[in-house]
C-alpha cells in the first residue's frame, strides 16, 4: 500500500450483513418474562423466556395482518397477538386462531437458533442447519469465563450509525489519542508501532509501551503503587462482531505488583442499515469497584458513538459521490474488515444463488491477507 490511497466510499450506505453468523443480541438479564423486541440484521425480533427459563427469539410479525407479537401478551409459554388474538408456541407455530376452528397448517413465525452463553444470549440469523454453536467465540480466551480474571456486564450502547463504521472504530488505534484525549493514552498511542497478528479467525493487534506515565485513572481503577508502567494495547478481533481490548499493565518499580489485565469486551451486531449495538462487558484481575467505573467508560464510548453518528449524518447529507475516503498505512487493519466482510456477503450470497446452502466462511481472505502485508 502506497502511504494515501484514495477509495470511493460507499460504506455507511451498505444495508448488507453477513447472516450466517452468530450476533449478541442481548445480555441475558435483559430478556425475562416480557415480551421484548429487539432489531437484529434489518429484522424484528422479539425475545422472551418460557416459564421454565429457556430464551426464545422468534420473527416479530404476526403473519396474519403484520402486527408485532411483541405488542401483545405471553399466555404461559404462547405468545398472543395484541391484534386478533392469534396464538404462538415457542417454536413459532400457530396453534390457535380465535375466529375458526381450523389453524392454517402452514401459519408459523420464523424460531431463530438462540445460544445462552456466559451472561449474554447470541442469535443466528442465517440458516438455522448451519447454526453451530462451536463457532461462537470461546469466552476463556475473551476472559469472560477465565477463572482468574472477574467478568461482569456493563451497558448496550446503541449508536445510529452503519455497523461497518463501528467495527472499524474497534480496530482502530489510532484514534484513541485525540478523540479520547486524556482517558486511556498520555498521548503516546497513535504514533506507536504496532504488530499484527492473525491466528484463526482472530486478529490482534499489539502495542507495547515502556516506563511511561500512568493516567491517573487507570492508576486508581488498577491500584497501582507507581505513577510509571510498562503497558501493552492488544485490540484483538474474533470473527469480525467480538473485540477485545486488553490492556496489560506492570510496575517497573513495583514487579512485585505483578501484571494487571483489564478486557474490555464488545460485542458488535447491527440493528439495520443505521443503527448498531455495542454490547459492553469487563474481565479484570482486580474488579474495579469505584462507583462511577461504568459511567466513565461509557463517557469514552460515547464520543465513539458521537463521532460515528456525525460521520454517518455527513454521509446521507452528501451522498457516496461527494464522500471520498484517502486511507493511508495504519488503515489496512479497517480495509482488511471492510472486505472480509463483503467477501462473506458475496460468498452467502453466491451460494445462495446456486441453491446451495450457504457455508460460514472461516478462510482468510487473499485480499486481507495482501492488505496485511502492506501493513507490516
Ligand atoms: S395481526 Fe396478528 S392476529 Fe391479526
Ligand atoms: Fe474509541
Redesign the pocket.
Known amino acids: 500500500m502506497t502511504d494515501q490511497v484514495e477509495k470511493a466510499c460507499v460504506i455507511p450506505g451498505m444495508a448488507e450483513y453477513p447472516r450466517n453468523h452468530w450476533y449478541v443480541i442481548a445480555f441475558s438479564r435483559e430478556v425475562g418474562r416480557a415480551l421484548m423486541r429487539r432489531d437484529c440484521l434489518g429484522d424484528p425480533v422479539l425475545l422472551y423466556r418460557t416459564a421454565e427459563g429457556e430464551p426464545i427469539a422468534l420473527f416479530d410479525r404476526?403473519?396474519?395482518?403484520?402486527?408485532p407479537?411483541s405488542m401483545?401478551r405471553l399466555l404461559g409459554d404462547v405468545v398472543q397477538?395484541?391484534?386478533?388474538?392469534?396464538e404462538y408456541d415457542s417454536a413459532g407455530v400457530c396453534i390457535k386462531?380465535p375466529s375458526q376452528d381450523a389453524v392454517p397448517a402452514t401459519m408459523c413465525v420464523h424460531r431463530y437458533p438462540l445460544v445462552e452463553k456466559w451472561q449474554w444470549l447470541w442469535i443466528w440469523m442465517g440458516d438455522p442447519a448451519l447454526a453451530d454453536p462451536a463457532l461462537i467465540p470461546d469466552h476463556r480466551e475473551l476472559g469472560l469465563e477465565d477463572p482468574s480474571l472477574t467478568s461482569e456486564p456493563y451497558f448496550i450502547l446503541p449508536i445510529d450509525a452503519n455497523y461497518l463504521l463501528a467495527l472499524e472504530n474497534l480496530v482502530d488505534a489510532t484514534h484513541i489519542t485525540y478523540l479520547h484525549e486524556g482517558n486511556f493514552d498520555t498521548g503516546n498511542v497513535a504514533a506507536a508501532p504496532a504488530r499484527l497478528e492473525q491466528q484463526g479467525t482472530l486478529v490482534r493487534m499489539i502495542r507495547e509501551f515502556k516506563n511511561e506515565p500512568v493516567p491517573p485513572m487507570i492508576r486508581e481503577m488498577l491500584s497501582l503503587k507507581g505513577d510509571r508502567v510498562d503497558r501493552s494495547l492488544i485490540l484483538d478481533n474474533y470473527s469480525l462482531n467480538m473485540f477485545v481490548v486488553r490492556f496489560i499493565f506492570t510496575e517497573p518499580d513495583y514487579p512485585e505488583t505483578g501484571e494487571r489485565v483489564n478486557n474490555l469486551v464488545i460485542a458488535v451486531t447491527p440493528g439495520g442499515p443505521k443503527s448498531v449495538y455495542q454490547f459492553a462487558a469487563m474481565a479484570q484481575t482486580i474488579p474495579d469497584r469505584r462507583p462511577n467505573r461504568i459511567q466513565e467508560l461509557e463517557t469514552v464510548l460515547r464520543q465513539d458513538k458521537v463521532a460515528l453518528e456525525a460521520i454517518q449524518q455527513m454521509f446521507d447529507q452528501l451522498g457516496p459521490e461527494r464522500c471520498p475516503e484517502f486511507s493511508v498505512k495504519a488503515d489496512a487493519n479497517s480495509l482488511r474488515t471492510r472486505s472480509m466482510i463483503a467477501e462473506m456477503v458475496e460468498a452467502e450470497r453466491a451460494t445462495e444463488s446456486n441453491g446451495a446452502r450457504p457455508k460460514p466462511l472461516r478462510r482468510r481472505s487473499d485480499r486481507a491477507v495482501a492488505s496485511e502485508r502492506a501493513f507490516r
Open positions: 404476526c403473519p396474519h395482518r403484520g402486527m407479537l401483545g397477538c395484541g391484534y386478533h388474538g392469534f386462531v
